[in-house]
Structures are given as structure tokens and as C-alpha cells.
């Protein structure tokens, strides 16, 4: 219901846009967020916003590099990342959930998506 695109192969310096697509427009109701993972660790929250928009949410690691928003009519959640990082470097998954405070907490979300790889080289 979620699938994510975008990722790729970049190196330090560069950009990335991320896109989530719904398949549902009952997304566009929801809060949907970005996380990352990397093996062996948990997954950490990137980015979060509001169903319509009007507030956005950052990890302090990505805070003036990343940007979420959403297009509602598009039914597609984008995460624009920019001046990335060796330490970007991670699995990025798409998330939504009902719940519309603490938008870092990944127990919250209810939707999933498959992952998309982004890997930043040095």
C-alpha cells in the first residue's frame, strides 16, 4: 500500500528526492513519516508531517538538509535530501499512521512500506 522510490547511489555532497506513493487515497488523512535503518541498528525516525501538510517534524541529524512534504492529490509523500552525508547511508521506509503527536515514535505507525536504499559514498 506503500512503495517507496527514489533511492540510489550518490556521492557526499549530493541530492536524493525520495517519493512514497498510496494507494489509497485514505492516506492523504493520515501523518506520514520517513525512517532509516542501517543492519544492526534500530530503525530511527527521519522526518514527519502532517496529513495536511501544515507541519513538518525532523530528526536533529537532518534538520536543514531534508525537507518532507506531500501531495495529497498525487496521493505521494516526498523527502527531499540534500547535502547527504557518508552517514545517510541507510534502508529509507515510508510510514503512516492515525496518530497525530510524537511522529518519532515507530510503535505509532500502523502502514509500511518496502524500503528503498540509499547509499552516499565518500
Known amino acids: 500500500q506503500l512503495v517507496e522510490s527514489g533511492g540510489g547511489l550518490v556521492q557526499a555532497g549530493g541530492s536524493l528526492r525520495l517519493s512514497c506513493g498510496a494507494s489509497?487515497?485514505?492516506?492523504?488523512?493520515?501523518?506520514m513519516s520517513w525512517f532509516r535503518q542501517v543492519p544492526g541498528k534500530e530503525r530511527e525516525f527521519v522526518a514527519g508531517i502532517s496529513w495536511r501538510g501544515f507541519s513538518q517534524y525532523y530528526a536533529d541529524s537532518v534538520k536543514g538538509r531534508f525537507t518532507i512534504s506531500r501531495d495529497n492529490s498525487k496521493n505521494t509523500v516526498y523527502l527531499q535530501m540534500s547535502s547527504l552525508r557518508p552517514e545517510d547511508t541507510a534502508v529509507y521506509y515510508c510510514a503512516a499512521t492515525r496518530i497525530e503527536s510524537d511522529f518519532q515514535f515507530k510503535s505509532h505507525y500502523n502502514y509500511w512500506g518496502q524500503g528503498t536504499q540509499v547509499t552516499v559514498s565518500s
Open positions: 489509497d487515497k485514505a492516506f492523504n488523512s493520515l501523518v
